[in-house]
Structure formats: structure tokens, C-alpha cells
């Protein structure tokens, strides 16, 4: 059964920050490029950043261009987002995404003083 989980959400002030993780089971995480989407209330669900299989190459929506960043550790099955300087309309419900092939359920990320 593919799984992944989301943890390291929360409420932040703006201009903090927070590191996201995804585990992955279920599945052969090192063959499989890993993106982070979020969704904030009322809006579709957007790409925020991807990185390819073996972490060689990362990629990123503009709006979060060198603030946040991706990593991952394919010893642990298990992808990161580093998230900093947060801002208020970064708040919404962050997902990770394996391939394809499966999402998370999510995690929330509210930025407010």
C-alpha cells in the first residue's frame, strides 16, 4: 500500500519558519521524482517545488523562489520542504506527491501574527 505523510505544519509568524517532511512507504521512493503542492482556501492546487529522483535537480514556482527549499534523503524515504521567511499568503494546505502515483493527505501551514 503506497502511503506518504505529511508532518511539520503549523502556525507561524511571518517571517518564520518551518521545515516540512514527507515519509513515503509502500513504494520504491528513489526511482520517483517528489513535488510539494499547496492549496490555499479558494484557490486551486499549485506546484510549489519538485525535485528529480535522485535529488540532482530541483525546480520551483516563482513566488517561492529563494525561500523555500527541497531536499530529500532516499536513505529515509523521505522528502523535505524548508520553508523560510514565511509570508501570510503562503498559509494554506501543503501536499507532497510521489510520481504520478499517489499524494498525501496534507499538512496545514497558517502564517499569521
Known amino acids: 500500500q503506497v502511503q506518504l505523510v505529511e508532518s511539520g505544519g503549523g502556525l507561524v509568524q511571518p517571517g518564520g519558519s518551518l521545515r516540512l517532511s514527507c515519509a513515503a512507504s509502500?513504494?520504491?521512493?528513489?526511482?520517483?521524482?517528489m513535488s510539494w503542492y499547496r492549496q490555499a482556501p479558494g484557490k486551486s492546487r499549485a506546484l510549489v517545488a519538485v525535485?528529480?529522483?535522485?535529488?540532482?535537480?530541483?525546480n520551483y514556482a516563482d513566488s517561492i523562489k529563494g525561500r523555500f527549499t527541497i531536499s530529500r534523503d532516499n536513505t529515509k524515504n523521505t522528502v523535505y520542504l524548508q520553508m523560510n521567511s514565511l509570508k501570510p499568503e503562503d498559509t494554506a494546505v501543503y501536499f507532497c506527491?510521489?510520481?504520478?502515483?499517489?499524494w498525501g493527505q496534507g499538512t496545514q501551514v497558517t502564517v499569521s501574527s
Open positions: 525535485i528529480t529522483s535522485d535529488g540532482g535537480s530541483t
Open positions: 509502500g513504494i520504491t521512493f528513489s526511482r520517483y521524482a
Open positions: 506527491k510521489a510520481g504520478n502515483i499517489c
